[in-house]
C-alpha cells in the first residue's frame, strides 16, 4: 500500500474496534421488509421508500445510500432466470414469437418488480451490518477527485 494511504475497512471485526453486526441476520431482515438492527420495525414506508427510522427500536435508517445496486442486482437476478428458462424451454418447444413474448415479457417484468424492494431491503441491511455510510455512526466524506 503507498505511504500516506490509510487501508479502508468496514465492519465490526477486531481491527476497526466496533462491536461486530450479524451480517446475514441483517441481510435476511432487509429481504424480509424488517429492521435489520431488531428484526421487528418495517423497514419501509412506501414500496421503495425506508423509514427515516424504526419504530420499535429507534435505529436510523435515512442515511443509507443504496443507490441504484439493487436495481443492478435484480437486472442481474431476473436475466440469469429468464434467460435461462427462455433457452431451456426454447430448446425443447416450439412455440411461436407471439407465445415467447406472452410468457417472458410479463414474467420480466414481474420478477423485477416483485424483487426490487426485498433486495434493496438487504442492501440496506449489509450496509447496516457493515457500519457503512453513517450506521457507524460518523458522517460520510466524499474523496475529492484530483485534476489531471
Avoid: N
Avoid at 500516506?4 to 474496534?17: D, K, L, N, T
Avoid at 415479457?105 to 424492494?117: E, K, R
Wanted: net charge neutral; glycine share 12%.
Amino acid at each position: 500500500m503507498p505511504k500516506g494511504m490509510e487501508e479502508q475497512v468496514f465492519g465490526g471485526e477486531h481491527h476497526s474496534g466496533r462491536v461486530a453486526r450479524p451480517l446475514w441476520t441483517a441481510i435476511k431482515r432487509g429481504l424480509l421488509g424488517r429492521c435489520p438492527h431488531c428484526g421487528e420495525g418495517k423497514l419501509f414506508r412506501a414500496f421503495t421508500k425506508p423509514v427515516d427510522k424504526c419504530s420499535v427500536c429507534g435505529e436510523e435508517l435515512h442515511h443509507h445510500r443504496a443507490d441504484d445496486l439493487p436495481a443492478y442486482l435484480v437486472i442481474v437476478i431476473v436475466g440469469h432466470i429468464v434467460v435461462g428458462a427462455f433457452m431451456t424451454l426454447e430448446a425443447t418447444s416450439t412455440l411461436t414469437l407471439w407465445q415467447h413474448a406472452l410468457i417472458w415479457v410479463p414474467l420480466t417484468f414481474g420478477l423485477a418488480i416483485a424483487l426490487l424492494q426485498p433486495v434493496k431491503g438487504a442492501v440496506i441491511g449489509l450496509q447496516w451490518a457493515l457500519y457503512m455510510h453513517g450506521f457507524g455512526g460518523e458522517k460520510d466524506e466524499f474523496e475529492p477527485h484530483s485534476q489531471v
